[in-house]
């Protein structure tokens, strides 16, 4: 029997990444996503063409509100969305929304009867964010394990993390081998309503520094600019 499996889907590369691979390797998939209030929500769209596109038993949207709370630039419109490397954890950092998105995740997997969770976490190109460490991981799979009526009866959850020791040139090159195609995806922190991006915020940098490390034509969809008009 085919096994169940949550996957977290912004509508980024690295999680159409882990969709890809979560159905090569045999999971019914679900998909779950979030509008917590992001400015740059057009991943969303991406969200549902990706779901669509491989065919998700379900694909949930749920809303959250954390521009309620603010403290990060992809919540907060007062906050800038920096376009240079920043040291220590970056003002795009969003206050503990990995533990947050995992909880939605761990309960839905609860109700369905699934044991395993895919999140596209990444702790080589990634941004500072200390909700994608290994540590991080580790513990909330711990918490998991403890806290819910599966795991207390021995049903023990699975937090997946297929990404989180490759670069983005490695992500990029697996998904192309998994045949992904990321014009679909949006990764930008100020994507302009059609998804169209910067090509200066860490999101920008970062993918397309991966593209170019491969040799491979960069897909992304950018905004004009003064100079292009």
């Known amino acids: 029997m085919s096994k169940k499996a949550i996957i977290l889907l912004s509508g980024g ?68 969305v920096p376009d240079h490397p920043q040291e220590g954890i970056p003002v795009t950092y969003v206050p503990a929304r990995n533990t947050i998105f995992l909880s939605f995740a761990l309960g839905w997997a609860e109700v369905l009867q699934a044991r395993d969770i895919f999140i596209g976490v990444n702790a080589v190109d990634y941004s500072g964010y200390p909700d994608c460490r290994p540590e991080f991981i580790e513990a909330f799979q711990n918490l998991a394990n403890l806290a819910t009526k599966a795991g207390v009866e021995g049903e023990k959850t699975m937090i997946h993390t297929p990404l989180i020791a490759l670069s983005k040139a490695e992500i990029i090159k697996e998904g192309l081998e998994l045949g992904v195609d990321y014009r679909q995806t949006v990764s930008c922190y100020s994507a302009d309503s059609e998804g169209r991006a910067c090509g200066h915020c860490d999101a920008c940098r970062l993918r397309a520094a991966g593209f170019a490390s491969l040799g491979v034509e960069d897909p992304t969809r950018y905004q004009k600019t003064a100079t292009d008009a």
């Not at 690295?14 to 509008?35: M, N, P």
């Not at 549902?48 to 521009?67: N, P, R, T």
Request: glycine share 8%.
């Open 13 to 80: 590369l690295d999680s159409i990444t882990v969709l890809a691979h979560a159905k090569q390797q045999g999971y019914v998939c679900y998909a779950l996503s979030f509008d917590y209030g992001q400015r740059h929500n057009a991943e969303l769209n991406a969200a549902k063409k990706i779901a669509e596109h491989y065919q998700v038993v379900e694909h949930k949207i749920i809303s959250l509100g954390l521009g309620a709370i603010g403290g990060s630039a992809l919540t907060d419109v007062h906050i800038a």
